[in-house]
């Protein structure tokens, strides 16, 4: 996964001039951009619903016990 967002252009790879075992990884302006693009996604996904926080949550609980007495 990380080449592929290397070759994006959302990363960029480098070894640690202190250790060369060590593989630094930092986010590139694209990445951040596409990170920023990403943090407005839940919020619009709560307005969109209509829906407050607790009961989203309540219903991200009683969906979980559905799937634990399903299996």
Do not use: C, F, N, W
Request: glycine share 8%; no cysteine; hydrophobic share 40%.
């Amino acid at each position: 996964m990380l080449k592929r967002l290397e070759a994006l252009g959302y990363v960029a790879r480098h070894r640690s001039t202190s250790d060369e075992r060590v593989l630094e990884i930092t986010t590139t302006d694209a990445g951040a951009a596409l990170r920023a693009q990403a943090e407005t996604v839940p919020p619009r996904i709560i307005e969109r619903l209509g829906m407050g926080l607790d009961e989203l949550d309540a219903l991200r609980g009683s969906l979980h016990r559905v799937i634990e007495a399903a299996r």
